[in-house]
């Protein structure tokens, strides 16, 4: 694993952290976007909780996701220092 190689992995690990932080942050907004938007759909008139049903689904949903885009990062990042670590170890052992 090259310098470049953990570089990228950084990058990498960033973005699936920060983006799964925002989801599961933001999955009342994103949840409650998606059912007013459905709600137009429909016509603006359905039963209360066929709306909160729909909304808590797509709350839910964002939640898993940006959990499991998280966990991802987290794992990743973990991985990388293991391997990072390990690869300056066999690289000092080489001199």
Do not use: P
Not at 13 to 30: E, Y
Not at 34 to 54: A, H
Not at 62 to 69: C, K, P, R, Y
Request: proline letters at 0%; hydrophobic letters at 45%.
């Amino acid at each position: 694993m090259t310098y470049e190689h953990i570089k990228q992995l950084k990058v990498i690990i960033t973005l699936l952290v920060i983006v799964g932080l925002g989801l599961m942050f933001l999955s009342v907004t994103f949840g409650t976007a998606i059912g007013d938007s459905w709600l137009e759909t429909v016509g603006g008139m359905v039963d209360t909780s066929n709306y909160e049903r729909r909304v808590e689904t797509h709350t839910n949903n964002f939640v898993i996701i940006g959990s499991i885009l998280f966990g991802a990062g987290v794992l990743t990042a973990l991985g990388t220092f293991y391997l990072s670590v390990r690869f300056v170890k066999l690289e000092d052992h080489e001199e």
